[in-house]
């Protein structure tokens, strides 16, 4: 396939398609699809849809085992769950961000008002660069959000160690990691309030000693 070298020759500016099919950049995996539909099944039979049904506690119980948590609330989105975690852990001012992720990290600070200061990544693992990120720091600076990207952690201990050293809270965005893990031990234990997603439902994670929200 040739180079391009023009925003024009891009498809999304109106140029032919390279592909007769769109490639997505994942695709969600959809696991047992018989036992899925008979859990729907079973939630539309019982007609208990909002407000702590079965199936959302046990979800939730199920993500804090599997992130090695105390506790789990399920929420609609990822950028909900960092807004809350925001919220709980009292970030004010200015909060160090990496520069490469998805918006709504930034979003999600804008929404309480906070000013997202954008920081450089580690060019090898393209996590937030906890050396970047103590150049970043400014008498307003009360947090950071490392961002866990594609399933890679960041530098959790060198970016707890800047945070703890500078008087900062740690949070992580971890929508892109469910499931992954850091030295082997889950992503969803570190920070004062890790956030979880899905494709479909999202989780923000409590530890025991900070859970106060
Ligand atoms: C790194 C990251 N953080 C937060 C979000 C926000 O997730 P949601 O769309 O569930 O609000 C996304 C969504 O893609 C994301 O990639």
């Not at 599997?66 to 399920?74: L, N, S």
């Not at 309480?112 to 200061?117: D, L, N």
Request: aromatic share 6%.
């Amino acid at each position: 396939m040739p180079l391009t070298s023009a925003l024009s020759e891009l498809a999304i500016f109106g140029a032919a398609p390279a592909f007769e099919e769109t490639l997505h950049v994942g695709r969600p995996n959809i696991g047992n699809r018989r036992k899925f539909e008979e859990r729907v099944g079973d939630i539309l039979d019982r007609r208990w849809l909002t407000n702590g049904g079965r199936y959302v506690r046990e979800l939730e119980q199920r993500i804090a085992e599997f992130a090695g948590v105390g506790h789990c609330i399920a929420v609609c989105n990822a950028t909900v769950a960092l807004e809350i975690a925001i919220r709980a852990l009292g970030m004010t001012g200015e909060v160090i961000v990496p520069s490469f992720t998805f918006v709504a990290t930034a979003h999600a600070l804008q929404w309480q008002e906070i000013t997202p200061v954008f920081c450089d990544i580690d060019p090898r693992t393209h996590t937030l660069d906890p050396r970047r990120v103590e150049q970043m720091i400014t008498p307003r600076t009360t947090g950071i959000i490392g961002v866990h990207l594609w399933g890679r952690a960041c530098d959790i201990d060198a970016l707890s160690e800047v945070a703890d050293r500078r008087g900062l809270k740690l949070l992580f965005d971890s929508a892109h990691a469910i499931g992954c893990s850091y030295k082997g031990q889950a992503v969803g234990g570190f920070g004062d309030a890790p956030t979880a997603a899905t494709m479909s439902n999202t989780a923000a994670s409590l530890r025991d000693s900070k859970a106060s929200a």
